[in-house]
């Protein structure tokens, strides 16, 4: 413990433990939820639009759901979320970067430049239309925000490359006629893995504030489910007579974006970067 | 002569930049979704509607030669027509730009309003408590959802303290009574031209809370460029002589430290425009503010592809000629940018 807090600082200690707790949420939100039913999303118009009190502690929506249930069940769809967009990326961005640096000439610079191309949108923008033209949905959000994500990966990869693929042992496999792609398998992709699933870690908290921004403008996930974005847009037309109601699972989405980037904060200002692995 | 080379380079590669971006918005807007012909045909269309509809779309013609009709109609500032209100898009856009603009521009001198004296009190008072809130909120405006900010905004100012306006971009008594004249769109500029101060006021008023939620992430970002500059200048050697000379603590601040400070104003001010852009779609939607944002969000929920690829080409255009005019100050004020 004392050596987390050396390492991580108080606040950092403090943000991980908050995401620990968030995922142990998560995973047993049937357990931890007061009225599971609710949080799955059966109505029970009875009690809606409740005030927050001892029976519902965040007040209720408009079919009279328990908004604590509701949010317990949103950490599922919003971590999945986080976590989800951050592999698509790096299964197409590492590739991308990895061909591109190693290579070099005309591939390098074709793929880089279609690279340009996904960054020259303004990121929500391009997320959007692509969701639009999908359809809503919680797995075409997902590839919907990756696809504006994995071009930094791309970006990322190639810059490591760039510097392995001058390293002695590098040139050396290759000498020894090693084949390019057992060269790239086994002596570039392990040392550049490292750095970009450190960097991918620290981006879930981004990651799931952006897939929130679309599932408030009605792309993601579709109702029953329980989705903070959705349910904030949802509130909306109660606000700000029924505030508890949008107010709550905005205040969710920002405490899990707050612990993921103080944590990342932490992790980059430890001393000898973040590069040594340790998320 | 390498800035030269340099400015034309980047030139070269925004055009390149465009011509992709108008060839990702064709396949995403045009070929991606299902059936784009029956959404045109309008509500449920029947079979002769829907033919109608493809022959009219060009469906059926090969991709090459759609894009290249796509292309053209972008470049000659064509949109076509919403597949909703089957208004002329290019209108609507004359109409939103400037209201989208306008709390583009008004947010990012906001952001550098904020963010530069602050991370001026911050470096001075460096590990003080100004320094630690300073660095606590700037960290908490990354993690803070823009349209959840925009909302506590909304209820405080407007609904408990009730001295800014909850919403929209100019109150009823002046838009309909008294309705602005349009010249530049602007309403701040209009109302001067004008010279109706009355509406000016009622103009600014309207644009602050908007402009303030976007302004809080980009403003995090200018206290923290800012902070780090000016802790790395006031160690330089020109500070110690000005100390020395027993000048005042503000004056070596602000007119012998800051001044060198100012590379990260830049950065900051194409980091808000477009943070701004993208975050419109957001706070337009919860300040009613007629803006693109609101445009292609109500235009997502109707599948208005001709709409939704517009505004995209539209801002993401604006997008990049802002960077190329930022990459090409910055190679302005720092010839060692156009070398690297």
Redesign the interface.
Known sequence: MNRLVQRLGWPGTIALGVVLVIVLVAVFAPWVAPYPQQGVGAPNVAAKLSSPSAQYWLGTDHLGRDMLSRIIYGTRVSLTNGVLIVTFSLLIGLPVGLAAGYFGGWIDEALMRGTDIFLAFPALLLAVLMAAALGPGFLNSIIAVSVTWWPWYARLARSEVLVLRGQPYVEAARLAGVSHARIIARHILPATARPLTVQAALDVGPALLTAAALSFLGLGVLPPTADWGQMVDAGRKFFPARWWYSAMPGLAIFIVALAFSVLGDALRDRKGGASRGAA | MELARYILRRMV?SA???L??T???FI??QV??SDPASLYAGPRPTAEQIEKARQELHLDAPLIERFAGFAKAMATGDFGVSYKSRRLIAEDLRAYLPATLELAVFSTGLALLIGIPLGVLAAARQGKWPDRLGSLSS??A???????LA??L??IFA?WLGFLPLSGRLSREISITAPLQMVTGFNLFDALLAGRLDAFGDAFRHLILPALTLASYPAGVAMRLTRSAMIEILERRHVTAARALGLSEPRILFSHALPNAMGPALTVIGLSF?YA???A??VE??FAWPGLGRY??EA??A?D?PV??A??MV??IC??VM?LFIDIAQALVDPRVALS
């Open positions: 590669l390149f930049v465009v992709g971006v060839f990702l918005v995403v807007a991606v979704p960290i908490a990354v993690a803070m959802p823009t349209f959840f909302m506590i909304q209820l609904q477009a852009l993208t975050g779609v957001l939607i919860i292609v969000s997502i929920l599948k592809f939704i690829a505004v995209t801002v993401t997008y990049v960077n």
